[in-house]
Nanobody, 123 residues
Framework: QVQLVESGGGLVQAGDSLRLSCAAS????????TGWFRQVPGKERQFVAS????????KYADYVKDRFTISRDNAKNTVDLQMNSLRPEDTAVYYC????????????????WGQGTQVTVSS
């Protein structure tokens, strides 16, 4: 079992940056493939970015590509999401998730989830 805790969310203006962090604890002797998703009320949780165990492979959704960067520090058991040039449409609760299978882009591929952190971007 692994526990995930997100941090770093907040209220910013359009064009600003935020850095989210996901800290893993528990069964962390082997890093998990890790992803970030986001969700707004009434909509499906959507894929944002993912990174493999070693950090050598990343994937991004088209709507965040070139603005967001996912990275990890396995020594600290953390995965970060650097978000630049934020837009009002990026407003959502952001969730960190861990997968035993790979850097998949669908929520069903993830075994563990954090509680989420709110990101609000004002225009």
């Amino acid at each position: 079992q692994v526990q995930l805790v997100e941090s770093g969310g907040g209220l910013v203006q359009a064009g600003d940056s935020l850095r989210l962090s996901c800290a893993a604890s528990g069964r962390t002797f082997r890093p998990y493939h890790t992803g970030w998703f986001r969700q707004v009320p009434g909509k499906e949780r959507q894929f944002v970015a993912s990174i493999n165990r070693s950090g050598s492979v990343t994937k991004y959704a088209d709507y965040v590509k070139d603005r967001f960067t996912i990275s990890r520090d396995n020594a600290k058991n953390t995965v970060d999401l650097q978000m630049n040039s934020l837009r009002p449409e990026d407003t959502a609760v952001y969730y960190c998730a861990a997968s035993e299978d790979g850097i998949v882009t669908v929520r069903t591929g993830y075994n563990y989830w954090g509680q989420g952190t709110q990101v609000t971007v004002s225009s």
